[in-house]
């Protein structure tokens, strides 16, 4: 079982709509979990990362991490074109030999 | 601050030839790694460096060189291309190897092996 699962996509939605991305890990000793976006032939942009369980919103985004059930969320509300991208979720922890597990990514579509 | 910067954008190799794909970075960052990124797989870590000097091995390190003689510059080789080393490269920094929750990707190498 790879340490970061990504729900497969892709993933279409009407502009407006609320997007809801998924993973989930294998590993307790993960403490950081980000989000990266990546347009098409570019590289990945940090979106924002949460650090243990919990919430963190920023603008139309909200990250949400429940590290009892080990499940990582993006919530995007008011979805626009513009957001159309790839979504890659990534989790990590502290200390030397620390690495960052990558999710597959899910591809994000959002209709005009 | 230019960040995170790789050149070529694109490459074609024959088998057998070598090159190296340059990375550098202006933010002081301690740490630099190597990913590649193919269909289906994600993002694999290739190499990675925790400071000038020092390096080691990834996920998939075999085909791949690298060296890290300045703080700035985290060069990829290829010694001997091989079509199943066609893939999209990133290179990425952060300040620290033991703090990697804000790591910056530059915009990626293109490899194409025939």
């Known amino acids: 079982q790879k340490e970061v699962e990504q729900d497969p996509g892709p993933l279409s939605v009407p502009e407006g709509a609320i997007v809801s991305l998924n993973c989930t890990y294998s590993?307790?000793?993960?403490?950081?979990f980000m989000w990266y976006r990546q347009y098409s032939r570019k590289g990945p942009e940090l979106l924002m990362y949460?650090?243990?369980?919990g919430n963190k919103e920023d603008g139309r985004f909200t990250a949400q991490v429940d590290k009892s059930s080990k499940y990582i969320s993006l919530f995007i509300r008011d979805s626009q074109p513009s957001d159309s991208a790839t979504y890659l979720c990534?989790?990590?922890?502290?200390?030397?030999?620390?690495?960052?597990?990558f999710g597959k990514g899910i591809t994000l579509s959002v209709r005009p | 601050n230019a960040g995170v910067t790789q050149t070529p954008k694109f490459q074609v190799l024959k088998t057998g030839q070598s090159m190296t794909l340059q990375c550098a970075q202006d933010?002081?960052?301690?740490?630099m790694s190597w990913y590649r990124q193919d269909p289906g797989m994600g993002l694999r870590l290739i190499h990675y460096?925790?400071?000038?000097?020092?390096?080691d091995q990834g996920e998939v390190p075999n085909g791949y060189n690298v060296s890290r003689s300045t703080t700035e510059d985290f060069p990829l080789r290829l010694l001997s291309a091989a079509p199943s080393q066609t893939s999209v490269y990133f290179c990425?920094?952060?300040?620290?190897?033991?703090?990697?929750?804000?790591?910056?990707f530059g915009p990626g190498t293109r490899l194409l092996v025939l």
């Open positions: 949460t650090y243990s369980s």
């Open positions: 990534a989790s990590t922890y502290t200390g030397a030999n620390s690495k960052l597990t």
């Open positions: 933010m002081n960052h301690e740490y």
């Open positions: 990425a920094s952060s300040l620290s190897g033991r703090r990697q929750e804000t790591q910056y």
């Open positions: 590993n307790s000793a993960f403490q950081y």
């Open positions: 460096s925790v400071g000038a000097g020092i390096t």
